[in-house]
């Protein structure tokens, strides 16, 4: 369970028993006229947000009070608010800053400091009307002034290879016209910015003159968000108290704890006894927490997956979709991402994160069809000489090379399954472990040297080496549109269209699903795109892996149980409680 001997794990375990109730006892806490435009105060009904649970009626006092305690696997020295770089810092940051858009559960962008948003046809306008009497945690109007200060300081970082940042880029003008409206002009028609608009608005009384990017804002943790800071003790605990002016309504919990916790085992038994109400747990820790009394079990989806990629330019063999075809029916993906991931991955088949809003596309078969496989390997004229196990065409062996991580033994196990599975059918994959740093990262770029390859994506937009959710948005424009494919060597932008993918139909397609503002509309687009995907396979999705959290069964909310199976767990904490 721990990797500290066992005597260590017991004063470890004291310590954070005392340190829970030292905090948990003894801090103390403050209780111009737009243009004619289409008006979109949420997603419309198809996919709009679950409506909360009616509040109870006004003689019925609400379930108010209450602490929570949150396992903080590292500690969190410094803080930046637009940029999470791990799971904690993207937890706390969304308990102290509200955006003008939030996150629901299903990952859908939905009003926060915005009341409504208004469109105008050609929807290069998008003009945000605020709600009324925002405030900030010192207790100073929050109102258009300070978005308009927060997107132009945003806009004027670095993009690096910050996709949040460069989805910014694509508002060309901010103004305000009132003190409760503000105006984007965009160089085009970009719903993906929608999702980027979760971003927290900043503080401007505080922040003018400063530069936020060298800040610590520890230094300076004024938010609008549901929690406040009481406390900060480095390398113990964060604690975060009510804010009663927060835009949803006050939260019904007094404060909020976030503990460190570095060790996984000492944290599963504070939750056993109760000193700490929620835990994000390694995958190994699953069924000791499964069997730990008193305990919700959950795991949500990775924002990021596995994929075997083909390369589809001449000169390769799967530049032929029959033998792709062939391929894809042959791998049985359910039963390989169970054996490789040891039950952590969930079987995709498409680049959206499973359980989302835009997860439109079935789940692979559960199982293989040999025959099928065969079938189109005969249709295309690779057939089986007498006594041979390798199909051959007008002389040439179907052959072809997979490179996988060779460091990462279920990428390894996942390429071997592959290969077997090619063999069944007559095709020979040669699977190739190799170095990341000096051979597999090579093939991501120009010229491409690979027929198969196992590989991953981390689709984190704030921070590129944390996956984070709290921008999320299913466009996979940049993976599969062929404006996105290098165009020689001379072309050295870092695409993601590694696989040569260039597919007329998937162009107007995916074009269209990242102009619709429409829920709805666009919903309908992204199935249309992750159906082509399907069809022409560039891709073979296999996993995306699950992360385990635990929750206390006396915490629920006004809408019924927390929903475990979403990395937005945290999306309506104000109206957590605990049970009496």
Not at 62 to 85: F, H, T, V
Not at 91 to 111: C, F, I, K, W
Not at 254 to 263: E, H, L, Q, T
Request: proline content about 9%; charged content about 20%.
């Amino acid at each position: 369970m721990s990797l500290l001997p066992t005597r260590t794990i017991f004063w470890f375990s004291v310590g954070i028993t005392l340190l829970i109730g030292a905090i948990l006892a003894g801090c103390s806490f403050a209780a111009g006229p737009a243009p004619a435009a289409v008006r979109t105060p949420a997603p419309p009904a198809a996919t709009a947000a679950p409506s909360p649970a009616p509040a109870p009626p006004t003689s019925t006092p609400l379930p108010r009070g209450g602490n929570l305690s949150i396992r903080l696997a590292e500690d969190l020295p410094d803080l930046r608010p637009w940029q999470p770089r791990s799971r904690g810092e993207e937890q706390v940051t969304a308990m102290l800053y509200s955006g003008l858009m939030r996150l629901d559960e299903r990952l859908r962008p939905v009003p926060d400091l915005a009341e409504y948003w208004d469109t105008t046809p050609d929807g290069r306008t998008i003009t945000f009307t605020l709600r009324s009497g925002l405030t900030w945690h010192d207790g100073a109007p929050l109102d258009s002034g300070d978005v308009l200060f927060t997107l132009e300081q945003l806009r004027t970082l670095p993009v690096t290879s910050t996709a949040l940042l460069a989805d910014l880029r694509t508002i060309e003008a901010v103004t305000t016209p009132t003190s409760g409206t503000i105006v984007l002009q965009l160089n085009g028609r970009y719903a993906p910015l929608l999702s980027a608009l979760a971003v927290p608005v900043l503080p401007r009384h505080i922040l003018a003159g400063r530069d936020i990017g060298a800040l610590n804002f520890w230094d300076l943790p004024v938010g609008s968000g549901p929690f406040k800071l009481e406390e900060r003790r480095p390398g113990q605990a964060i604690i975060l108290s009510r804010f009663d002016g927060f835009a949803r309504g006050a939260p019904l919990l007094d404060r909020v704890a976030f503990v460190v916790a570095p060790d996984p085992g000492v944290a599963l038994k504070a939750l056993g006894d109760g000193e700490l109400q929620l835990a994000e747990l390694p995958w190994g820790l699953q069924s000791d927490a499964a069997a730990a009394p008193g305990l919700q079990l959950g795991a949500y989806p990775e924002n990021g997956y596995y994929f075997l990629g083909f390369n589809l330019r001449e000169g390769h063999p799967f530049a032929d979709l029959a033998l792709r075809q062939a391929l894809a029916k042959a791998v049985d993906v359910p039963r390989l991402v169970e054996a490789a991931t040891k039950g952590q991955g969930i079987p995709i088949s498409s680049s959206a994160l499973p359980g989302s809003w835009a997860d439109l596309t079935p789940p692979p078969a559960d199982s293989a069809d040999l025959d099928g496989a065969r079938d189109i390997l005969d249709a295309a004229g690779w057939t089986l000489p007498p006594g041979a196990t390798i199909r051959q065409r007008d002389g040439i062996t179907l052959t072809a090379s997979l490179f996988v991580r060779g460091d990462d033994e279920r990428r390894v196990a996942a390429a071997r399954r592959i290969a077997d599975a090619a063999a069944s059918v007559g095709f020979q994959i040669d699977v190739e472990p190799a170095d990341f740093a000096t051979v597999i990262l090579a093939k991501y770029a120009t010229p491409y040297s690979f027929d198969l390859l196992l590989g991953s994506w981390s689709n984190g937009m704030a921070d590129p080496a944390f996956a984070d959710s709290s921008y999320y948005d299913p466009d996979d424009f940049a993976l599969f549109h062929s404006s996105q494919l290098n165009q020689g060597e001379a072309d050295t932008r870092a695409t993601r269209n590694v696989v040569g993918f260039a597919d007329s139909a998937y162009d107007n397609q995916a074009q269209a699903a990242r102009q619709l503002y429409n829920q709805d509309e666009r919903a309908a687009a992204i199935s249309q795109t992750q159906a082509r995907v399907a069809e022409q396979l560039p891709y073979i999705f296999l996993w995306d892996d699950r992360l385990p959290v635990a929750l206390s069964a006396t915490v629920t909310t006004l809408d019924g149980p927390v929903s475990l199976s979403s990395p937005r767990y945290l999306w309506n904490i104000e109206r957590w409680h605990l049970l009496k």
